[in-house]
């Protein structure tokens, strides 16, 4: 009998099915897979005392074909006119896409879909094409009195897209997502707001080629979802990046916004900064649609220099001389690495199984060296910039790192190992879920003085569920503090167990 040092369960890899309750809630490609390493499901299996006879059936797979069956309850004549507007092709009413744009990729998304379980979806979906098929949609919709919700990437993880009371959906990512102009004189460029993250990468990678730029261009906003989030779904939600520490978030780059409203159009000016108030542009940023449809955006972007791309990584022997000199290093005045992101001892653990340090001769180097199992605290980035400051910073970062004790892992390559797959892990999710086991997430911002309260709390309030992993990393980090993220996987079943 296998045991769970050598077990590997039996995976799902057949492309996921068209049509599907699982296509809709399954993360990214539907080809495309990250399975679980031999590790990590042995600490799984570990924790919630499960044997490979556990993995022997799947759960709730969600690969039911949905029903075209939930009725339409606008009137032929408002659907008349929403197509006279963007003409019929660009007009849906099956019951698919009418989901697919609300319901977005939180746990509790995919734990009804893959039940069946279908609520709160518009009547009408439309795929506007210009700024004035928004005006007379929104326009249409406020005589009507019809409710009016914006879908980008669908990528949202607090149910805002939910059509609670019917109506209508624009999706924005299906035409609306295109280069507007590119300033490199003003180092910005302005987009339509259904354009993707990866779309929008490429382009400023491509500045010469495409705009016959001088030089290459990054926007430097790479949040969890960036594959399949677009540029007007950060910006309705204040959304941050994992480089936000050196780039900033995204109101840090956004320099104007076009809006439609029932009102009309508010469209702010394009300046760096204003000593007038209130700003228009941070009141209307986070708002997720509730003051208007974002169509526009103008950001400022930065030079693109991979060559000067700098990796670091150290081990702590504690989470409290890990922070102590994280917040160092944030208040040190020498400038900010990119990715900062340090972990704390339970996270610590489970990512040296994820990427494969466990058993390694860093590994073996650590145990020497008395690095204690749920102690030790792995911190990990990389700085960016001119060739000149980012070696600089990486530089002072090594030296207070050293100066704190900690191992340097830095030749070992794990933060380029957490980079390569940086945007794969949630794939893992589904594989998971098969077979109960859930994966979720829980983040504030905290500042240095309360970080140890909050951390400790939250794990508390976590493990009084028995039988739970809950890791804990800082990342988008400031000299005043940080964002405490949580990670927490559990043996839940059941949407009432997961809401309790």
């Given at each position: 009998?296998?045991?769970s040092?050598?077990f590997?369960?039996?995976?799902?890899?057949?492309?996921?099915?068209?049509?599907?309750?699982?296509?809709?809630f399954?993360?990214?490609?539907?080809?495309?897979?990250?399975?679980p390493n031999?590790?990590?499901?042995?600490?799984?299996?570990?924790t919630?005392?499960?044997?490979?006879?556990?993995?022997?059936?799947?759960?709730?797979?969600?690969l039911?074909?949905?029903?075209?069956?939930?009725p339409?309850t606008?009137t032929?004549?408002?659907?008349?006119?929403?197509?006279?507007?963007?003409?019929?092709?660009?007009?849906a009413?099956?019951?698919y896409t009418r989901?697919k744009?609300?319901?977005?990729?939180?746990?509790?998304?995919?734990l009804?879909?893959?039940r069946?379980?279908?609520?709160n979806?518009?009547?009408?979906?439309?795929t506007?094409?210009?700024?004035?098929?928004?005006?007379?949609i929104?326009?249409?919709?406020?005589?009507q009195?019809?409710?009016l919700?914006?879908f980008?990437?669908?990528?949202?993880?607090?149910r805002?897209?939910?059509?609670v009371?019917?109506?209508?959906t624009l999706?924005?990512?299906a035409?609306?997502?295109?280069?507007v102009?590119?300033?490199?004189v003003?180092q910005t460029?302005?987009?339509?707001?259904?354009?993707?993250?990866?779309q929008?990468?490429?382009?400023?990678?491509?500045?010469p080629?495409?705009?016959?730029?001088?030089?290459?261009?990054?926007c430097?906003h790479f949040?969890?979802s960036f594959?399949?989030s677009?540029?007007?779904?950060w910006?309705?939600?204040?959304?941050?990046?994992q480089?936000?520490?050196?780039?900033?978030k995204?109101?840090?780059?956004?320099?104007?916004q076009?809006?439609?409203?029932?009102?009309g159009t508010?469209?702010?000016?394009?300046?760096?900064?204003?000593?007038?108030?209130?700003?228009?542009?941070?009141?209307m940023?986070?708002?997720?649609?509730?003051?208007?449809?974002?169509?526009e955006?103008?950001?400022r972007?930065?030079r693109?220099?991979?060559?000067?791309?700098?990796?670091?990584a150290?081990?702590f022997?504690?989470?409290?001389?890990?922070?102590?000199?994280?917040r160092?290093v944030?208040q040190?005045?020498?400038?900010?690495?990119s990715?900062?992101r340090l972990?704390d001892?339970?996270?610590t653990?489970?990512a040296?199984?994820l990427?494969?340090?466990?058993g390694?001769?860093?590994?073996?180097?650590?145990?020497?060296?008395?690095?204690?199992?749920m102690?030790?605290?792995?911190l990990?980035?990389?700085?960016?910039?001119?060739?000149?400051?980012?070696?600089?910073?990486?530089r002072?970062?090594?030296?207070?790192?050293?100066?704190?004790g900690?191992?340097d892992?830095?030749p070992f390559?794990v933060a380029?190992a957490?980079?390569?797959?940086?945007?794969?892990?949630?794939?893992?999710?589904?594989?998971l879920q098969?077979?109960?086991?859930l994966?979720?997430?829980?983040e504030?911002g905290?500042?240095?003085?309360?970080?140890?309260?909050?951390?400790?709390?939250v794990?508390?309030?976590?493990?009084?569920?028995?039988?739970?992993?809950?890791?804990?990393?800082?990342?988008?980090?400031?000299p005043?503090?940080?964002n405490l993220?949580?990670?927490?996987?559990?043996?839940?079943?059941t949407?009432?167990?997961?809401?309790?």
């Amino acid at each position: 009998m296998a045991t769970s040092a050598s077990f590997t369960p039996q995976w799902y890899e057949e492309e996921t099915p068209d049509g599907s309750y699982r296509s809709l809630f399954k993360w990214g490609d539907p080809k495309e897979f990250k399975h679980p390493n031999r590790r990590l499901v042995k600490l799984i299996m570990e924790t919630f005392g499960m044997t490979p006879a556990d993995f022997t059936a799947r759960q709730k797979m969600g690969l039911e074909t949905v029903p075209d069956d939930i009725p339409v309850t606008l009137t032929p004549d408002q659907i008349a006119a929403l197509q006279a507007i963007v003409g019929g092709e660009h007009l849906a009413t099956d019951t698919y896409t009418r989901i697919k744009v609300s319901y977005g990729a939180g746990m509790i998304d995919a734990l009804r879909l893959r039940r069946g379980c279908v609520e709160n979806l518009p009547d009408v979906v439309v795929t506007p094409r210009s700024k004035t098929e928004i005006e007379a949609i929104v326009r249409f919709c406020d005589e009507q009195r019809l409710p009016l919700y914006v879908f980008g990437g669908g990528s949202s993880v607090t149910r805002g897209m939910e059509a609670v009371k019917g109506g209508v959906t624009l999706d924005m990512s299906a035409h609306m997502n295109h280069v507007v102009r590119f300033n490199e004189v003003d180092q910005t460029i302005t987009v339509e707001a259904g354009m993707w993250g990866p779309q929008l990468e490429q382009a400023l990678n491509r500045a010469p080629e495409l705009f016959g730029a001088s030089h290459r261009y990054t926007c430097g906003h790479f949040p969890q979802s960036f594959e399949y989030s677009s540029v007007g779904g950060w910006v309705v939600t204040r959304g941050a990046g994992q480089n936000s520490t050196y780039y900033g978030k995204i109101e840090d780059m956004v320099i104007a916004q076009e809006y439609i409203t029932p009102v009309g159009t508010l469209k702010t000016a394009e300046h760096p900064r204003a000593a007038t108030g209130p700003d228009m542009d941070q009141v209307m940023m986070g708002g997720e649609g509730a003051f208007g449809v974002l169509a526009e955006v103008t950001l400022r972007v930065f030079r693109w220099m991979p060559e000067n791309h700098r990796h670091f990584a150290y081990m702590f022997r504690n989470w409290e001389s890990a922070q102590r000199t994280a917040r160092a290093v944030m208040q040190g005045e020498f400038g900010f690495p990119s990715v900062f992101r340090l972990s704390d001892p339970e996270e610590t653990d489970v990512a040296m199984r994820l990427y494969g340090i466990e058993g390694t001769p860093a590994d073996s180097i650590l145990k020497t060296l008395g690095y204690q199992p749920m102690q030790k605290c792995l911190l990990l980035g990389f700085t960016e910039g001119e060739r000149g400051f980012s070696r600089h910073v990486d530089r002072q970062i090594r030296r207070l790192c050293r100066a704190a004790g900690a191992f340097d892992l830095s030749p070992f390559r794990v933060a380029q190992a957490w980079e390569k797959s940086r945007f794969r892990d949630p794939y893992m999710r589904e594989d998971l879920q098969d077979y109960g086991i859930l994966i979720d997430t829980l983040e504030c911002g905290v500042t240095w003085s309360q970080m140890p309260e909050v951390h400790a709390r939250v794990r508390q309030v976590v493990k009084n569920r028995p039988g739970t992993i809950c890791m804990t990393h800082i990342s988008h980090v400031y000299p005043q503090g940080g964002n405490l993220y949580f990670i927490f996987i559990a043996r839940i079943d059941t949407i009432r167990e997961y809401l309790d």
